[in-house]
Nanobody, 124 residues
Framework: QVHMVESGGGLVQTGGSLRLSCAPSGRTFSGYAMGWFRQGPGKERELVAAISWGGSRTYYLDSVKDRFTISRDNAKNTVYLQMNRLKPEDTAVYYC?????????????????WGQGTQVTVSS
């Protein structure tokens, strides 16, 4: 059974930084795109950033462009999300997941499994 294991969240002030990590257990996602999603209070889950298997292609939600950077280390089967200049509206539980491509990740509306996520809280 696949488990997405997210970590790195916490409480920071506006303008602060956090680095999230995701290391899926149970299998490797060789050849898959990886993405970070978030679900804020009272909001639907949304795709924040995604990266192709080789790392040459990325996608970012408009509201996080120039502040967040997604990266991956395939040797460690780990994907990261560096979040800088955090804002209160970034407060959410952050999750990672995998898909065939960035395009399918952007269009899919349901995944079979999610990890526990990691809470990010940005105080004003």
């Amino acid at each position: 059974q696949v488990h997405m294991v997210e970590s790195g969240g916490g409480l920071v002030q506006t303008g602060g930084s956090l680095r999230l990590s995701c290391a899926p257990s149970g299998r490797t996602f060789s050849g898959y795109a990886m993405g970070w999603f978030r679900q804020g209070p009272g909001k639907e889950r949304e795709l924040v950033a995604a990266i192709s298997w080789g790392g040459s292609r990325t996608y970012y939600l408009d509201s996080v462009k120039d502040r967040f950077t997604i990266s991956r280390d395939n040797a460690k089967n780990t994907v990261y999300l560096q979040m800088n200049r955090l804002k209160p509206e970034d407060t959410a539980v952050y999750y990672c997941n995998a898909d065939l491509t960035i395009a399918t990740m952007r269009s899919r509306d349901k995944y079979d499994y999610w990890g526990q996520g990691t809470q990010v809280t940005v105080s004003s």
